[in-house]
């Protein structure tokens, strides 16, 4: 386990950074490219521990196949991995064990896996109904049509949507249920037709005709949620003027709202010819209310600028939260409690509260929860502090692994890392 201690230079910022590439737009293109055929090429393909392993896993499945035994894939805690690789296994013959770490047997699968089994595919759990492991026995399946819950993830809904143009039978997906995170489904729909697919969505059904897709050449997007953490330094900056290659307007990721997000945190975004640059100004709105339904991944990050700001806000369209790396908002709550914030949550609704007197720490020591958003989303408040500490830091590889590289290059705090027992 690692620490990183962060020690404050100056409250203003200046420089460049450089983005990964959207790890859910890799994933899902290391998908719809294993099935493509190996002239697809993919060009810069995220970094991330999820994608390196998804990657892993195909490139396994590929040279060696199945021995006949069940062949274990570990997807440790990459959600979209777990998903992803059964949707894509189910198809494949053989004997496939897919399993995780403890906090992955956690989260659940069983929506997934029920669509799955309606279009003929044979899984059954090997311990708890409704999460991993599951064992999976490939074969062929014809499509069809089916419903979806699409209350707890739209990753189940992407990963059976992306095998849909190799089901004989076609695939019809009724969408049921208050679905969250919308924007990774256009998301997915708008990838599949870049390489070739027929989709129409009418209302709630999302269909998908038996075509291949086609050997092309993709270019991945550098990733919009991983901007997330330096819009928040801004936000706590005296000044800021942050320079950040790559990103556009017209992308097909969701968290392309952060620009409109962080207006109200006095930060302005100046869209440029390769790149966005990001200034800092003192209009901070006196109070925030946002639906992170679309979103959920920008939660914590503007969560922890309210806090920071002590700007009162109240948010909704976050019971997914509970579901990811770690419970988000659980973990949030225990180390913003070090700044003197009390963050309250019940259901689908969260809120800062400042009114009871609690001391802040003057030079926190913050724990990840092995959850890396959570970790990005700590490390600007050392514009705050002196200095600052983030226990099991080495955890943002699993999004963005030169994290740490690009806070030091900005220049405003010294990252020191250490390893422990």
Known sequence: MNTVALKRREKKISGAVSLPGSKSISNRALIMAELAGS???????????DTVMLQKHLNFLRTCGSSGIPTIFDVENAGTVARFLTAFLVSHE????????????????????????????????????GFLPIHITGREIHGGTITIDT????????????????????????????????????????MMEEFGAKITVEDNLISVEPLPYREVSYQVEADWTSAAYWYEAAALSEKADIFIPGLKHDSI?????????????????????????????????SGFSYNFSSCPD????VITTCAALKTPCEFTGVK???FKESDRLKSLADELVKMGALLHSKDDWCALDFSKKIKA?????????????????????????????????????????????????????????TESE
């Open 320 to 322: 997914t939260l509970k």
């Open 39 to 49: 002239k697809t090429r993919i060009h810069d393909l995220s970094e991330a521990d």
């Open 151 to 190: 209350s707890v993830s739209s990753q189940f809904v992407s990963a059976i949507l992306m095998i849909g143009p190799y089901l004989e039978e076609g695939l019809k997906i009724k969408l049921h249920g208050d679905t969250v995170s919308k924007p990774y489904i256009a998301m997915t729909i708008a």
């Open 94 to 129: 053989g004997q496939w064990l897919v399993t995780g770490c403890k906090r992955m047997r956690e989260r659940p699968i069983g929506s997934l896996v029920d669509g799955l089994v309606a279009l003929g595919a044979k899984i059954r759990y090997t311990r708890e109904t």
């Open 361 to 417: 720490e003057a030079n926190p020591v913050f724990y990840s929860h092995h959850d890396h958003r959570l970790a990005m989303s700590l490390a600007p408040l050392v514009l705050l502090h002196p200095q600052l500490q983030i226990v099991d830091a080495h955890v943002v590889a699993k999004s963005y692994p030169g994290f740490w590289s690009d806070l030091q290059g900005l220049n405003f705090a010294h990252v020191t890392e």
């Open 253 to 285: 990721q969701g968290d392309r709202v952060l620009p409109e997000i962080y207006t109200h945190f006095g930060v302005n975004t100046k869209f440029e010819a390769d790149g966005i640059r990001i200034t800092s100004s003192s209009r901070k709105s």
């Open 298 to 301: 920008l939660a914590l990050s």
